[in-house]
Every structure is written in C-alpha cells, then in structure tokens.
Nanobody
Framework: QVQLVESGGGLVQAGGSLRLSCSAS????????MGWFRQAPGKEREFVAT????????DYADVVRGRFTISRDNAKNTVYLQMNTLKSEDTAVYYC????????????????WGQGTQVTVSS
C-alpha cells in the first residue's frame, strides 16, 4: 500500500516562501509520476505541478509557473514543492499524489493521495 505524507505547510506573509515535502513509502516510486494539487475552501481541487520520478521532466500550472518549483530526491523517496513569492490566492490545502500516468493534470488520474497540508498566506 502506497502511503504519502505531506509536511511543511504553515502561515506565511505575502511575498514569502515555503517548502512542502511529500514522503512516499510502500511502492516502487521509479514507476510513478508525482503531483501537487491544492484545494481552497469552496473550490475544486486544482493541479499545481507534476514531476516524473526518473527523468525529472516537470509541468506547472500557469498560475504558479515561475514562482513554484517541484523537485525530488529519489534516495529519500521525497518530492518537494518550493513556493516563492506567495500570494493570498495561494492559500489552500496542498496535496501530494502519485500516478502511473505521467504528464496528467487531472486529479482523477492519480491513484494515491496524501492527507494534505494547510498553506495560509496573509496579505
């Protein structure tokens, strides 16, 4: 059973930075692509970024491109989301997810999900 555990969320002022981590266990992660999604109150879950475990090719939502960076440490089975120049509209619960289908931005294509970590950006 694949397990994903996010950490690193918190309260930050607009313009600040946070780094989220997602620790994975229970699977062969070279087979997966990993994604970050977020969900704000009253809104649908939306794609943020994705990365392949091998090869490292990345994709970003337009609203975070240039501010957020997804990366991974294969030795630690951990995926990161470095978030810079945060805005109040980045406030959401951030979820880590795993999929066999690289390149997808659709939440329904991801088989495994973490419990989420809250990010709150104050203006």
């Amino acid at each position: 059973q694949v397990q994903l555990v996010e950490s690193g969320g918190g309260l930050v002022q607009a313009g600040g930075s946070l780094r989220l981590s997602c620790s994975a266990s229970g699977g062969t992660f070279s087979s997966y692509a990993m994604g970050w999604f977020r969900q704000a109150p009253g809104k649908e879950r939306e794609f943020v970024a994705t990365i392949r475990w091998s090869g490292g090719k990345e994709d970003y939502a337009d609203v975070v491109r240039g501010r957020f960076t997804i990366s991974r440490d294969n030795a630690k089975n951990t995926v990161y989301l470095q978030m810079n120049t945060l805005k109040s509209e980045d406030t959401a619960v951030y979820y880590c997810a795993a999929t066999f289908a690289y390149g997808t931005r659709r939440p329904q294509d991801y088989e495994y999900w973490g419990q989420g970590t809250q990010v709150t950006v104050s203006s």
